[in-house]
């Protein structure tokens, strides 16, 4: 991954970058030369992430302090680094929700819905030009191992995936000939701080075996990038997808998760599911 900075430019965007994935693609961008303009609410860990990859790889990383739900929010990003050569952009930021969904607070529902799709799709339209008009860049989003089906109890979070995948994957096709490379990372369950803060499900209760460390689902991605549309990392991940795709009927995936996630909502609500 040392040529990231030859192939793409300067400079890296990631938002999302305070934690989780966000933060693992920053420090493999920066292993990969390219400095890292960290952007997420909390600044305090931006901050700190910024001084340790410029101790670790001498990179010149930038930190924006931004909410991506306020009105206006990517565009004051593109114009905070127009002067920069912005070659890459991660669209990591994200938050998840879990159990019945008419339980959830419909504004809570509608934060996952336009963080993922909306500012994606702001992202992904905003830095496609860029990177078009430059006639190289990187642009990289991050679906999920179960956008391919129905999931009730995940049912909101699971169809926004749904749509990162479709775009991203559409958006490959439209701008590879002008030099961008699109790639969504659809990783399965990734040890994250995110994870760890979705309530309503008890994990030790799902199938899938171990969670995947950051690492080793960034990796993937970045070595993926201008090979192949879609990535999804772990060959337990990979089989489910497959599974899914040509073996079971969507109606037969969705009651199959409905079971297997309704058994480990820690209300109960979803045990006879
Ligand atoms: N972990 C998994 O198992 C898994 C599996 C499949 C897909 N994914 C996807 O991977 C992506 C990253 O998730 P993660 O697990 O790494 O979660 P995470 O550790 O919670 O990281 C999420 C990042 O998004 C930022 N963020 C959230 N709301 C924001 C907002 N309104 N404005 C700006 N930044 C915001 C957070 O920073 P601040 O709070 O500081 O703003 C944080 O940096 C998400 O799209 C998630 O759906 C994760």
Redesign the pocket.
């Known amino acids: 991954m040392k040529d990231l900075r030859q192939r793409y430019g300067a400079y890296a965007i990631v938002?999302?970058?305070?934690?989780?994935?966000?933060?693992e693609f920053a420090r493999q961008l920066a292993a990969g030369g390219m400095n890292v303009v960290l952007?997420?609410?909390?600044v305090d860990?931006?901050e700190r992430l910024a001084a340790e990859l410029t101790e670790a790889h001498g990179t010149v990383n930038e930190v924006v302090a931004?909410?991506?739900?306020?009105p206006g929010?990517v565009d004051e990003l593109m114009r905070r680094t127009a002067h920069l050569d912005v070659g890459a952009v991660v669209?990591?930021?994200?938050?998840?929700l879990a159990g019945p969904l008419i339980e959830h607070a419909l504004d809570d529902e509608l934060?996952v819905l336009s963080?993922?799709a909306a500012?994606t799709l702001r992202l992904a339209h905003g830095f496609g030009r860029a990177f078009s008009a430059r006639g190289r860049g990187a642009i990289v989003l991050?679906?999920?191992?179960?956008a391919a089906g129905a999931v009730p109890f995940q049912a909101n979070?699971a169809a926004v995936?749904a749509y990162?995948l479709s775009l991203g994957q559409a958006l490959h096709h439209e701008l590879k000939g002008q030099g961008v490379d699109v790639l969504v990372?659809?990783?399965?369950?990734?040890?994250?701080?995110?994870?760890e803060?979705i309530r309503g499900i008890d994990f030790t209760k799902m199938p899938g075996g171990a969670?995947?460390p950051?690492p080793k689902a960034v990796g993937a991605a970045l070595r993926s990038l201008g090979k192949r549309s879609y990535v999804i990392p772990g060959v337990v991940n990979r089989s489910a997808d497959l599974l899914g795709k040509h073996v079971v009927t969507r109606s037969a995936s969705a009651r199959m998760y409905g079971t297997i996630i309704g058994r480990a909502l820690t209300d109960g609500t979803g045990s006879d599911a």
């Open positions: 938002a999302g970058a305070s934690s989780g994935l966000g933060e952007v997420a609410r909390r860990r931006l931004l909410d991506l739900l306020e929010a669209a990591s930021a994200g938050v998840a934060e963080l993922h500012v991050i679906s999920s191992s179960i979070y995936k990162v990372l659809a990783p399965g369950q990734t040890e994250t701080e995110g994870l803060k969670k995947m950051p």
